[in-house]
């Protein structure tokens, strides 16, 4: 099994805001409002039922289930953790019966986040606490409805949220900081001509038109961008992760 987990909890997140009415990008907006209607009816109707933790499957606050470089994750984060995999996963349609398998992801994921912050703060990369502040009320006031219900829905406190908001930043800044990524006009290109391909081979009640290319470029490029950090960061934790002392205790 890959351990491609280093994202899974920034995924969450906009995941969460994405369910929960977060505005659509900009761009025709009329079209945009239906296509939007027509998705968030959708995602209703698809919503998959609410995953349940077990007090089997989590494991006390304060112990240490897992060591990197000598830090300790305690049970506290753990759960928190595992609660956001297992609901990922019930989300992309996998089973979630296997707790070992969410258990091995849950630590994957957090041995890989840390090793990401250690080897940050390593490189003098911070985010100080009004960013994270900033970065908390802008996601709270982009989403539609009770936001403390959807993070207890979303199996989160306001605490664990604003966590992965600071790893979030992390990984933006780190990549940022660390990367040199660019993206080539041939390589936009070639993702516009397999979106249009997708279209000519669409069934004709799921065809839609797909619009020009200049409309779409800057959206194209971002997603390919984006893309590529995530193999790149994920290629630099692996390599971070083949020289840490890793200890697991559960």
Same mark, same amino acid.
């Given at each position: 099994?890959?351990?491609?987990?280093?994202?899974?909890?920034?995924?969450?997140?906009?995941?969460?805001?994405?369910?929960?009415?977060?505005?659509?990008?900009?761009?025709?907006?009329?079209?945009?409002?239906?296509?939007?209607?027509?998705?968030?009816?959708?995602?209703?109707?698809?919503? %998959? %039922?609410?995953?349940?933790?077990?007090?089997?499957?989590?494991?006390?606050?304060?112990?240490?289930?897992? *060591?990197?470089? #000598?830090?300790?994750?305690?049970?506290? &984060?753990?759960?928190?953790?595992?609660?956001?995999?297992?609901?990922?996963?019930?989300?992309?349609?996998?089973?979630?019966?296997?707790?070992?398998?969410?258990?091995?992801?849950?630590?994957?994921?957090?041995?890989?986040?840390?090793?990401?912050?250690?080897?940050?703060?390593?490189? #003098?990369?911070?985010?100080?606490?009004?960013?994270?502040?900033?970065?908390?009320? &802008?996601?709270?006031? *982009?989403?539609?409805?009770?936001?403390?219900?959807?993070?207890?829905?979303?199996?989160?406190?306001?605490?664990?949220?604003?966590? $992965?908001?600071?790893?979030?930043?992390?990984?933006?800044?780190?990549?940022?900081?660390?990367?040199?990524?660019?993206?080539?006009?041939?390589?936009?290109?070639?993702?516009?001509?397999?979106?249009?391909?997708?279209?000519?081979?669409? %069934?004709?009640? $799921? &065809?839609?038109?797909? %619009?020009?290319?200049?409309?779409?470029?800057?959206?194209?490029?971002?997603?390919?961008?984006?893309?590529?950090?995530?193999?790149?960061?994920? &290629?630099?934790?692996?390599?971070?992760?083949?020289?840490?002392?890793?200890?697991?205790?559960?």
């Amino acid at each position: 099994m890959k351990k491609a987990v280093l994202f899974i909890m920034t995924l969450a997140l906009l995941t969460i805001l994405a369910a929960c009415g977060e505005d659509a990008a900009k761009g025709d907006d009329k079209n945009n409002e239906k296509q939007q209607d027509q998705q968030e009816q959708q995602q209703q109707q698809q919503q %998959p %039922p609410k995953v349940e933790v077990t007090d089997k499957e989590k494991v006390k606050e304060d112990k240490v289930v897992v *060591s990197v470089n #000598g830090t300790d994750i305690t049970g506290k &984060k753990y759960n928190s953790v595992y609660a956001q995999t297992k609901m990922m996963m019930s989300q992309y349609g996998q089973d979630v019966s296997d707790t070992k398998k969410i258990k091995d992801m849950t630590i994957s994921a957090l041995v890989e986040q840390e090793i990401l912050k250690q080897d940050a703060k390593d490189k #003098g990369i911070k985010v100080t606490e009004e960013e994270v502040q900033s970065a908390f009320e &802008k996601d709270k006031s *982009s989403t539609k409805g009770d936001f403390n219900k959807v993070l207890e829905q979303n199996h989160f406190t306001e605490e664990s949220y604003k966590e $992965q908001v600071e790893l979030r930043l992390i990984v933006e800044k780190y990549a940022n900081e660390t990367l040199d990524i660019k993206v080539t006009d041939k390589e936009v290109q070639d993702y516009y001509d397999k979106i249009l391909e997708q279209q000519e081979k669409a %069934p004709e009640e $799921q &065809k839609q038109e797909v %619009p020009k290319l200049k409309e779409l470029e800057d959206q194209i490029r971002q997603q390919l961008k984006v893309q590529e950090e995530q193999k790149l960061l994920q &290629k630099r934790v692996n390599e971070l992760k083949d020289k840490a002392e890793i200890k697991t205790m559960i």
